[in-house]
């Protein structure tokens, strides 16, 4: 069983070899790369950059590493603001269909409100899956320089 180390957290390098785009009508990508996981000590307060070498092409590559709790704090303030933006999705989808069914006397128009509340609907439609997928795989771990030869690298949480 691998069980995670505490004090440290893992993360994989990852070479991307290609990525190709083909198709006329649907398009389809494909991506290959060779990941190496790395496990990096966090740091006691405040955040720590470290260097990692990429295994393919041996670029050095600069990942600042922040605390625990810091990356907790993190995940728990991206659930909220997802969560959040759940409620503020159907209050605002609730007064749309409310307000939209109405029937205006003549020469009488929409509050202003409802634009707004149309605009927020689609904003939080749009956001809170991207909040929720961040507060889930966030590790604390960013990358701060990419490298200059020609491929690409990222740092990817391991899931374990």
Same mark, same amino acid.
């Given at each position: 069983m691998n069980r995670p180390i ?53 670029? @050095?590559?600069? #990942?600042?590493?922040? $605390?625990? &709790? ?5 995940? *728990?303030?991206? !659930? %909220? ?35 707004? @509340?149309?605009? #927020?609907?689609?904003? $939080?439609? &749009? ?5 929720? *997928?961040?507060? !889930? %795989? ?23």
């Amino acid at each position: 069983m691998n069980r995670p180390i505490p004090g440290t957290v893992e993360v994989a390098v990852r070479h991307i070899l290609s990525d190709k785009v083909s198709g006329f009508l649907v398009r389809t990508r494909s991506i290959t790369w060779k990941d190496s996981v790395f496990r990096v000590r966090r740091p006691e307060t405040g955040k720590q950059t470290v260097e990692l070498t990429c295994p393919v092409c041996d670029a @050095s590559l600069l #990942a600042e590493v922040r $605390t625990e &709790a810091r990356a907790r704090r993190t995940r *728990i303030v991206l !659930r %909220v603001l997802a969560v959040l933006c759940v409620i503020v999705f159907f209050a605002a989808l609730a007064y749309a269909v409310h307000e939209g069914g109405r029937t205006l006397p003549e020469g009488q128009s929409l509050p202003a409100l409802f634009p707004i @509340s149309i605009v #927020a609907v689609f904003v $939080t439609f &749009a956001v809170t899956p991207v909040l929720f *997928i961040h507060g !889930r %795989v966030h590790n604390g771990v960013s990358l701060l320089d990419a490298p200059k030869p020609r491929r690409r690298h990222s740092l990817r949480p391991v899931k374990g």
